[in-house]
């Protein structure tokens, strides 16, 4: 039997990041629409290219493990040379890495980014997995659970089941398609959960509020009546928000910082919250651990170049 502080449960992909410093004749951004505009059939040209590990779960995984401990992936991917990337990193990141599945003639999930401007656009590949996850030789006080692919469903009821089992304690950050699949489908989960990170847009998305018009405190004291623990929003340039077991709301303002490449702000953040309780610090002193392991990650390139460690928090 395996005992991990955290296991993490969800995705690892490739990243691959086109950082374009400059707009040229065949690449420029429309303003008034907010779009990029591509010459069909142009050569672009790009600044850097560069290939990195991904995943919201990949991600987290890595930020926990930075902070001191001990720390397993739960994922599924394919077995191809980037395959072999993915779990090189993970390893050399002190992730364990042996309840992760690699699928035979399966090859890897990709993410190409284009970062531009400080703002990144991503276009994201789902490879199909049947996520047939193993929890049977693991034993762990908290999973964190985020985003899968096309086939989540019967993984997410898997996780429902060994929290149910193990009375282990869920953070729960739900990814683009179980938030479109509606408040419903992820029910299940959401009873279970101790700790839910959303985003604010996610937030009204889940409650089926229109954008922009419902308060923080609203919305975060809504999501907690699905049955979280403690809820946290992450609001971009506002802020994050935290409601705690006693109904009360905590707000903490980001730290001011030099934007390079934004990809893995929130998970960094969860990371950060999520290392902090682990090592029994309050809510708000987790809340200041996820400001400042985001920030330290958008002033570099990809979601894991800029977590931070133990020692950048606890001397």
């Known amino acids: 039997m395996l005992h991990f502080d955290v296991v993490c449960v969800g995705n690892a992909k490739i990243d691959t990041f086109l950082t374009l410093h400059e707009a040229s004749e065949h690449f420029r951004l429309i303003k008034e629409t907010n779009e990029l505009a591509i010459k069909f059939g142009e050569k672009i040209t790009v600044d850097k290219a560069e290939l990195l590990l991904g995943g919201n779960a990949a991600n987290v995984s890595v930020g926990i493990s930075r902070l001191g401990l001990n720390t397993a992936l739960v994922a599924e991917i394919g077995k191809d040379e980037f395959a072999q990337k993915i779990i090189n990193t993970l390893s050399k990141e002190n992730v364990d890495v042996s309840n992760i599945a690699q699928t035979e003639g399966q090859q890897s999930s990709f993410s190409t980014i284009i970062n531009f401007r400080n703002e ?41 089941d060994f929290i149910k089992g193990t009375k282990s304690s869920l953070a729960f950050n739900p990814g683009t398609l179980q938030i479109e699949s509606g408040k419903n489908s992820i029910e299940n989960v959401l009873s279970v959960t101790d700790l839910l990170f959303v985003n604010k847009e996610e937030g009204e998305e889940l409650l089926g509020y229109p954008q922009g018009q419902k308060s923080i405190e609203e919305i975060i004291t809504n999501l907690q009546k699905f049955g979280p623990r403690i809820v946290v929003i992450t609001d971009g340039k506002n802020g994050s928000f935290a409601i705690n077991e006693e109904g009360k709301v905590l707000r903490e303002e980001i730290v001011k910082t030099t934007v390079v490449e934004k990809t893995g702000a929130g998970d960094a953040y969860s990371s950060g919250f999520l290392g902090a309780i682990l090592h029994g610090k309050p809510i708000k002193e987790a809340m200041v651990w996820g400001t400042k392991n985001s920030a330290s990650v958008i002033e570099k390139v990809g979601a894991t170049s800029g977590l931070l460690y133990k020692t950048d928090f606890i001397n």
Do not use: C, Q
């Open 120 to 160: 990144r656009t991503i276009f994201s590949e789902h490879v199909r997995r049947e996520h047939n996850f193993n929890f049977e030789n693991i034993t762990t006080p908290w999973v964190y659970l985020t985003s899968l692919g096309n086939a989540w469903l019967d993984a997410y009821n898997k996780t429902v």
